[in-house]
């Protein structure tokens, strides 16, 4: 492992606000300028190879004056096909001082190193050395100076999940960071070799603020470099100093390492799936990428991986900012559906039932098994997928007396962030805590990058859509639990789930088709009596009511098995979908069965369905059932 106080990730802080009208961006070909002033270059769907383009060996004699052995470079094989299978958009340039401040100013935000206790690092002229930790150095104090311009420093991987999470409130887009895939793929921009302007170590620094090697023979870490007053050795340079690459992109080479969105783990490219690869689905270290001012060019090639943990910062550590096919494409006109681009190919989306992560599945996940192992492909291979979490994963609180309360491992949230993008938190199980774990889960869950819907730390927030882009559709989840005990619903200052009230839910619709400019809205519903076949009357009028109020299909969960599936209007209504991940009851049938459907949204507005049959074993985890998959008339 490389190790180096400056390699290291975080994790983020869950930063709510409320939506404002929605940002005008201007664009110029492939790249846009959004309301903060970020510019984003598109990057095309491709195809590359990821990883070293030549044998450690020759890496070893190539780079002999830092005597690296062979195995220093083996996280980067095997080298392996990777497809993007999606276009995105990249920051052009790094985070800078501004944007940042911008972000800071406006929300109040306390970086890590601010809040602590133990501060960050910095450059002390009297020594000539950089130091840290040091209260006295953090983002707005490097110990050198910095224009607004230049790239925002000792910032942790929390640090940049919270300034994505802002970001995405404030553009109504969902900003986040690159994966490592994606970061490699638009760093390399075509190229195969070491660096993106070839192979010589010696013409690097014409293309990025990078260390001089000369007469070096061993790297050293940032606090062991000399660093005379007369500014010999330039630290940070303001962003786009230097040329961009073949995809408009600045400084992939040096001036501060990149945190990506991954987990890392030196093993992970022998099982990495070629379809946008995510990174391991737990870990305790974030991959970081690019090298920075203090690199030497073997530290800042294309291939090279490097990583720390979540909470670390230092004066060399930065971000740049991801996005998905993007509303901008819009042009900033208004979003209504006739401004917005056609849309490309079927959008799906993948509901499961109730995942519960107490008793056995929790025993498994804390002993490394993957719950969700044998559903990767259907899970990974949706544009969105949602599950009911129906447990805490948070510590701390006071335990709810009831008969049933569960609670899971927190080492289950990165596995959740592997397989889905949101759960819902609405549910008789999410406060058997009580409102702090509650609000410590929604926090938990944000920094792994997992939305959350039907909850929040106020009833404003419970009620509010999780958006999402996709392929050029706007899509709204809302969530609603109809199962007591009512003292888990959020009130107007008080945090918890949001409650099944009809108007109430009719009203959040309207404002997801009117105010968020949603396409598609899918109400996630906890609600019946447990283990009946069939959904209740008032169930049934109820669901037809909220497509007559604008729903494109009703999905529900609780009732631990599955109930019939509906068609109104042409949209479906989905009443439960059984378990997905549950441990069995006192009285079990003879097979637990559940269902994941998957809605299928074409570019004619038609939904289809698809559900895919599993059963449950006696640890509460499913399998395929022989009968896998049971495909459903379009509807």
């Not at 769907?45 to 690296?68: D, H, I, P, Q």
Request: aromatic fraction near 10%.
């Amino acid at each position: 492992m490389r190790l180096s106080v400056m390699h290291r990730p975080t994790t983020c802080l869950w930063v709510l606000f409320a939506l404002a009208a929605l940002p005008m961006a201007s664009s110029h070909g492939d790249e846009i300028t959004n309301s903060v002033g970020m510019k984003l270059e598109r990057i095309p769907a491709g195809e590359f190879m990821m990883g070293a383009t030549e044998s450690a060996e020759k890496l070893v004699k190539a780079f002999a004056a830092y005597k690296r052995q062979p195995d220093f470079f083996a996280d980067e094989y095997p080298r392996h096909r990777v497809r993007i299978t999606r276009p995105f958009y990249l920051g052009k340039y790094e985070v800078t001082v501004g944007q940042f401040r911008r972000f800071a100013d406006e929300t109040g935000y306390k970086t890590e190193a601010e809040r602590d206790g133990t501060g960050g690092w910095g450059y002390n002229p009297k020594s000539g050395k950089c130091e840290g930790r040091d209260l006295k150095y953090n983002w707005r104090n490097p110990g050198f100076p910095q224009s607004d311009e230049h790239p925002v420093l000792n910032i942790t991987w929390n640090d940049a999940i919270a300034f994505c999470q802002w970001l995405s409130h404030k553009e109504k887009q969902d900003y986040r960071l690159p994966t490592e895939a994606e970061w490699e793929y638009a760093a390399r921009a075509g190229t195969t070799t070491r660096y993106v302007n070839g192979d010589d170590p010696d013409a690097l620094a014409k293309v990025g603020n990078v260390e001089d090697s000369t007469g070096r023979t061993t790297f050293p870490h940032v606090q062991e470099l000399d660093i005379p007053p007369d500014g010999k050795l330039r630290f940070t340079v303001p962003v786009g100093q230097f040329p961009a690459n073949g995809f408009g992109l600045c400084d992939m080479h040096g001036n501060v390492w990149e945190w990506c969105s991954d987990w890392h783990a030196d093993d992970y490219y022998a099982h990495s799936p070629t379809n946008d690869p995510k990174g391991p689905a737990s870990g305790s270290v974030r991959v970081r990428r690019g090298g920075g001012w203090n690199s030497f060019p073997l530290w800042a090639r294309a291939a090279m991986r490097n990583w720390n943990t979540p909470k670390s910062r230092c004066i060399n550590l930065g971000f740049r900012v991801a996005r998905g096919t993007p509303a901008s494409e819009r042009n900033g006109l208004s979003g209504s559906s006739a401004d917005r681009p056609s849309r490309r190919g079927v959008t799906t989306i993948v509901f499961a039932g109730d995942v519960m992560l107490d008793g056995g599945p929790g025993h498994a996940v804390m002993h490394g098994t993957d719950v969700f192992r044998d559903f990767e492909s259907v899970l990974c291979g949706a544009d969105v997928a949602v599950c009911n979490l129906e447990c805490v994963l948070a510590p701390g609180g006071r335990q709810t007396y009831k008969t049933f309360t569960f609670r899971g491992p927190k080492d289950a949230v990165p596995l959740l962030s592997r397989y889905f993008t949101a759960v819902s938190v609405a549910n008789n199980h999410a406060g058997d805590w009580g409102p702090d774990a509650f609000q410590r889960q929604l926090t938990m869950l944000s920094e792994a990058g997992v939305g959350c819907l039907g909850g929040g730390r106020n009833l404003s927030e419970a009620r509010h859509p999780l958006i999402l882009e996709r392929n050029g559709l706007r899509i709204a989840l809302l969530g609603y639990c109809g199962f007591p005990p009512r003292s888990y619903a959020a009130g107007e200052k008080t945090p918890g789930a949001a409650w099944m009230n009809e108007s109430e839910m009719l009203d959040d619709l309207a404002t997801a088709r009117d105010k968020h400019h949603a396409d598609v809205i899918i109400p996630f519903l906890h609600w019946g009596r447990e283990k009946t076949p069939q959904a209740a009357d008032w169930q049934r009028v109820l669901a037809r009511h909220l497509i007559d109020g604008g729903a494109t299909a009703v999905i529900g969960t609780h009732a631990h098995v599955t109930q019939t599936i509906d068609t109104y209007r042409e949209k479906p209504i989905v009443y439960s979908l059984g378990n997905f991940v549950f441990d069995y009851f006192p009285n079990d049938p003879a097979v637990w069965t559940g269902w994941l459907v998957r809605l299928s949204l074409d570019e004619a507005g038609r939904v289809g369905l698809e559900k895919f049959t599993f059963e449950i074993d006696k640890a509460g985890i499913p399998h395929p059932a022989a009968t896998a998959r049971v495909t459903a008339a379009s509807q």
